[in-house]
């Protein structure tokens, strides 16, 4: 009677394209359910979100698309919030923060169904935050 342990019943080790092909596959699926996750995700949060802020573009900034002009303003809205204590030093505009929804609900306003600058909507946003966020 032959023992289990020895050399005739033993298993060979896979060889090492076996496993690397083994791991590659496995990685894969992971990735591929990362992905799936991922893209659902915001699919899922937008329909719980009920009355949750939904960026609204009503002006063309230059050739730029709607994802391209919501970059440039959540940009400039870093750039004003992070200089927002100076200028309230400077009695310019008091804010803690300016934020994406302030800047676009200014543009919206000032240059609804119009094709503007970059420099046009600075000097817009510019000229508003002071009579938006006055010092007292």
């Given at each position: 009677?032959?023992?289990p342990f ?6 060979k ?5 076996r496993r690397?092909t083994?791991?590659y ?8 359910a990362?992905s799936i ?6 699919l899922?949060?937008?329909e ?9 573009v009503e002006f063309k900034?230059g050739?730029?698309d709607y994802r391209e002009t919501?970059?440039?303003v ?7 919030s ?9 009695k310019?505009y008091c804010?803690?923060?300016?934020g994406?929804?302030?800047l676009?609900?200014?543009l919206?306003?000032?240059h609804?169904?119009?094709?503007i600058?970059?420099e ?7 000229n508003?935050?002071?009579v ?5």
């Amino acid at each position: 009677m032959l023992s289990p342990f020895s050399q005739k019943n033993a298993k060979k080790p896979p060889s090492l394209l076996r496993r690397l092909t083994r791991r590659y596959v496995n990685e894969m699926k992971k990735l591929i359910a990362l992905s799936i996750l991922l893209s659902s995700s915001p699919l899922l949060y937008a329909e719980d979100c009920e009355g949750c802020w939904v960026p609204v573009v009503e002006f063309k900034l230059g050739d730029s698309d709607y994802r391209e002009t919501l970059i440039w303003v959540s940009g400039n809205s870093y750039a004003y919030s992070s200089v927002a204590q100076e200028m309230a030093d400077a009695k310019v505009y008091c804010a803690n923060s300016v934020g994406s929804q302030e800047l676009l609900e200014i543009l919206n306003y000032k240059h609804k169904g119009q094709k503007i600058s970059s420099e046009q909507a600075s000097a817009t946003i510019k000229n508003a935050l002071p009579v938006r966020f006055p010092c007292q």
